[in-house]
């Protein structure tokens, strides 16, 4: 028997994910975290009203999501302000990632992005046969100045930027965002992931162009709506891009239950700002555990907060590993020198405090 001959392409990619999930952790490690606090989700969870919905939508389960997400795809447009045309729902944000690159880059064109910037763009990068360029940060942002120049000195097809970042917590705000797509080279297609927009402060949101056929926005209801295991994301952008994803996506990606429970988190505004404060109540906490232990908290337009740790990545990856050790699962950067830091995402009281204690015996540790 001959097994089948994978493509050339798939022969030379290596079989990996971007992330080592904390499952497969708690797998190898023989037991499951005390405190879950480096996927960047949602502790404090979905609306109770999408709980509900979700579970009213299982008993129905024996049928096919809706393929056009009708009416979750309305409710968007109408909150934007955009036409249904302009909206796409699809499979997370990770999702709709594979989706742009498959219909928008040829194999062996250029997509540029930042060096240590969300790492599944660049796997689906690889998948389709493309090439990665990517510019360092500047000053622990990413750099939009720098993302464009290099843009048009590799005659690139995409350039991909997170506002605000993952995995600094860092942003800009819209002017400068203007300024980065109104300096895109002609023909170049801007990712504008804005997965962490609703953490973010005012005004850091450039305004919605629709008509402006290079630019494509993308949120995501894992993150502000807690819905991370649901797989619900949406991209924002001109209507004939939006149209042509039909051509290549999965239709039936989006199951019954993750349509109803997004529409009912989306509409219920109350818990959403409830879930805000929280948010910045625990970033604030996390900046006191920071400074209590002589690190420097980065500021976060996000729902993690990024500390340095005042050495080198080696020295973090150490920290990393004792408070693994400790029941405490978090992440890092995993580019120079953004890798001298740890990334903690906000949680309750109690996770916080399970944190609190054992980041001073993880950095004693990390020192010997």
Request: glycine share 8%; hydrophobic share 45%.
């Amino acid at each position: 028997m001959k097994t089948p001959r994978q493509t050339r392409l798939a022969q030379t990619l290596p079989a990996s994910v971007p992330f080592v999930g904390p499952e497969t952790q708690e797998r190898k490690r023989g037991k499951v975290f005390a405190a879950r606090l480096g996927a960047n989700e949602s502790v404090f969870g979905p609306s109770p009203r999408a709980i509900a919905a979700m579970q009213k939508a299982a008993k129905d389960v024996w049928m096919y999501g809706d393929p056009e997400s009708y009416d979750l795809t309305h409710a968007l447009a109408k909150k934007h302000g955009v036409a249904p045309e302009n909206i796409l729902v699809g499979e997370g944000i990770d999702g709709i990632l594979g989706y742009t690159v498959r219909l928008f880059m040829e194999p062996g064109e250029t997509v540029v992005t930042s060096a240590g910037a969300y790492p599944t763009l660049n796997y689906h990068v690889a998948g389709f046969g493309g090439n990665i360029v990517t510019v360092p940060f500047t000053g622990d942002h990413e750099d939009p100045k720098a993302l464009v120049a290099k843009a048009h000195e590799v005659g690139a097809k995409i350039v991909y930027l997170a506002n605000p970042d993952n995995p600094m917590g860092t942003w800009h705000y819209g002017p400068m965002i203007d300024d980065m797509i109104a300096a895109l080279p002609k023909g170049c297609l801007l990712i504008l992931d804005e997965a962490y927009i609703e953490f973010a402060p005012q005004h850091t949101a450039p305004d919605l162009d629709v008509t402006n056929p290079q630019v494509l926005r993308m949120r995501t209801f894992s993150k502000a709506y807690g819905m991370a295991g649901a797989r619900v994301g949406y991209a924002i952008g001109h209507a004939e891009n939006i149209q042509a994803f039909n051509k290549i996506r999965n239709h039936f990606g989006m199951s019954r239950i993750s349509q109803a429970g997004a529409l009912e988190a989306f509409a219920d505004t109350t818990y959403l700002a409830e879930t805000l404060e929280k948010v910045a109540h625990a970033r604030e906490h996390l900046y006191q555990i920071a400074q209590e232990n002589g690190l420097t908290a980065l500021p976060s337009a996000t729902n993690f907060v990024t500390m340095d740790c005042g050495r080198d990545g080696a020295f973090a990856k150490r920290v990393l590993a004792e408070l693994l050790a400790r029941d405490i699962f978090v992440r890092m950067p995993f580019v120079a020198p953004q890798d001298r830091c740890i990334r903690v995402s906000a949680a309750t009281e109690t996770d916080l405090a399970l944190f609190a204690r054992a980041l001073p015996e993880a950095l004693q540790a990390a020192s010997r």
